[in-house]
């Protein structure tokens, strides 16, 4: 049984730096074709991809957000960090982490199919 | 913006058939995997790949893809289908996710 959770603060300053982590069981982050993703949601709006570390270590991220993010693994803790810098009102979302598994043979893709709850970060001073 | 475009709502008569389309560049290229999420709840796979359901997805979901057109169908929607669905694939630079637009569906 696949489980993730997401924990970090629910509120935090303009400028500060954001520190999610996902505590996940059930399965190994160092298992061909996993990963962990994170992903966003503002109030009433739309979902957006931010980070992706894959079970050997290959980290991406959104183009757009790249410059503020920085995804890490350990995999003996069975956690996945999320750092985002530069906080801003604009950011204020729930945020959650996802298991994703990688599928295809010439042309790569992965889905998330296990979601952790979601965690609502606001920013605010 | 999103580069995977949706229509932002639609509705269909309980027991109908709805299709939500899902249209960007890169679904010439990639397939589309498509979410369903509920008011207050974290987003649920439903479609990945061809056309590949997840162990518990009720067989009345189905996918298909034509051109830079992906397309999740309901078949004899339910009152419990009424949800948000988003699409998500590749980008056109080949950056590993990007989420649509969303649609709310509505049963009556």
């Known amino acids: 049984q696949i489980t993730l959770k997401e924990s970090g603060p629910t509120l935090v300053k303009p400028t500060q730096t954001l520190t999610l982590t996902c505590t996940f069981s059930g399965f190994s982050l160092s298992t061909s074709g996993v990963g962990v993703g994170w992903i966003r949601q503002p109030p009433g709006k739309a979902l957006e991809w931010l980070a992706l570390?894959?079970?050997?270590?290959?980290?991406r991220y959104s183009p757009s957000l790249k410059s503020r993010l920085t995804i890490t693994k350990d995999t003996s803790k069975n956690q996945v960090v999320l750092t985002m810098t530069n906080m801003d009102p604009v950011d204020t979302a729930t945020y959650y982490c996802?298991?994703?598994?990688?599928?295809?043979?010439?042309?790569?893709?992965?889905?998330?199919?296990?979601w952790g709850q979601g965690t609502l970060v606001t920013v605010s001073s | 913006s999103s580069e995977l475009t949706q229509d932002p709502a639609v509705s269909v008569a309980l027991g109908q058939t709805v299709r939500i389309t899902c249209q960007g560049d890169?679904?010439?290229?990639?397939?589309a995997s498509w979410y369903q999420q509920k008011p207050g709840q974290a987003p649920v796979l439903v479609i990945y790949g061809k056309n590949n359901r997840p162990s518990g997805i009720p067989d009345r979901f189905s996918g298909s893809s034509s051109g830079n057109t992906a397309s999740l169908t309901i078949t004899g929607a339910q009152a419990e289908d009424e949800a948000d669905y988003y699409c998500?694939?590749?980008?056109?630079?080949?950056?590993?996710?990007?989420f649509g637009t969303g649609t709310k569906v509505t049963v009556l």
């Open positions: 570390i894959y079970w050997n270590d290959d980290k």
């Open positions: 996802a298991h994703s598994t990688t599928f295809g043979g010439v042309i790569v893709q992965d889905y998330f199919d296990y």
């Open positions: 890169s679904l010439r290229s990639y397939y």
């Open positions: 998500n694939s590749r980008d056109s630079s080949g950056n590993p996710h990007v």
